[in-house]
């Protein structure tokens, strides 16, 4: 019988920038405990099937499995999401995109939003959970993540969101937001960051947009103002060096007010634009 506070130690020598945090959600996973309960309890012992099951998460974390694809789970804004190895995995940096749209109309607007590649449905459903008001249809091209965000939404009790098959807006003849949201692919097909981390294990449908990381954006941009009412809201995520290039794409589209916003790196993360109302 090996003990909680021993497996930690052995654990936190793994190659991971987060060796200690991943040990003790690993570790947690297998116990079926907080991770509270490791600090609380040091000295209890495991079995040796849990023992066994944490050894084989830590040899798949070793080899650079992602930590929520070994869970199943990932955290988002305030929500817990199941995710999947055919989506990307839901990242603190994509609730900028959340911060910024509750900024733009306060909670006793009833709007209605789009978020494009939902994946997890993790902005629409970070959204819905935010505003009951808002009506929140969030699509994807890939049917099974569109049935994994559906999953979450059902755990998550979230009746004002619904999520579709779409390919960007092929499905959504005749429909228009006030809003529309997007992470969409944006890294170029020859970055080496592709080779490294956690990205390795990432579905690359959900990453890789052409040659420069841009042919998503260009498309999303393009095709929105048909989607969009007047005075609506555009809101992207992009790379940490394509924000000039989005802001031009945006201004050239027709779309005003445009801007960016930081990450808490400093990187410019996201950019927005409002479509211009008829008058």
Request: hydrophobic share 45%; aromatic share 6%; charged share 20%.
């Amino acid at each position: 019988m090996t003990r909680i506070d021993q497996l930690l130690a052995h654990a936190a020598q793994i190659d991971s920038p987060t060796a200690q945090l991943d040990a003790e959600l690993l570790l947690a996973f297998v116990l079926e405990k907080p991770r509270s309960y490791l600090y609380t309890w040091p000295d209890k012992t495991a079995t040796e099937a849990q023992v066994a099951a944490f050894m084989t998460l830590l040899e798949r974390r070793q080899r650079g499995e992602p930590v929520a694809y070994l869970l199943g789970r990932q955290g988002f804004w305030t929500l817990d999401l199941q995710v999947a190895e055919h989506t990307l995995i839901p990242r603190a940096d994509t609730e900028l995109l959340v911060e910024a749209a509750l900024q733009l109309a306060d909670a006793r607007s009833a709007l209605k939003v789009l978020d494009l590649g939902t994946g997890t449905g993790a902005l629409a459903l970070a959204l819905a959970s935010e505003r009951p008001l808002w009506s929140v249809t969030g699509v994807d091209r890939i049917e099974s993540a569109v049935v994994l965000a559906q999953h979450n939404q059902r755990q998550l009790l979230l009746t004002n969101a619904q999520f579709l098959s779409s390919h960007w807006f092929s499905a959504l003849t005749d429909q228009c937001y006030d809003l529309i949201v997007s992470n969409p692919p944006y890294i170029a097909d020859n970055d080496p960051h592709l080779q490294q981390g956690d990205v390795r294990f990432e579905p690359l449908s959900a990453l890789v947009a052409g040659s420069d990381g841009l042919d998503d954006i260009r498309l999303i941009i393009a095709q929105a103002p048909s989607y969009l009412t007047a005075n609506g809201w555009l809101l992207l995520e992009h790379g940490f060096d394509q924000a000039c290039a989005v802001r031009e794409l945006l201004q050239q589209a027709g779309f005003i007010d445009v801007s960016s916003q930081r990450d808490l790196s400093g990187h410019e993360r996201i950019s927005l634009g409002r479509l211009p109302s008829l008058s």
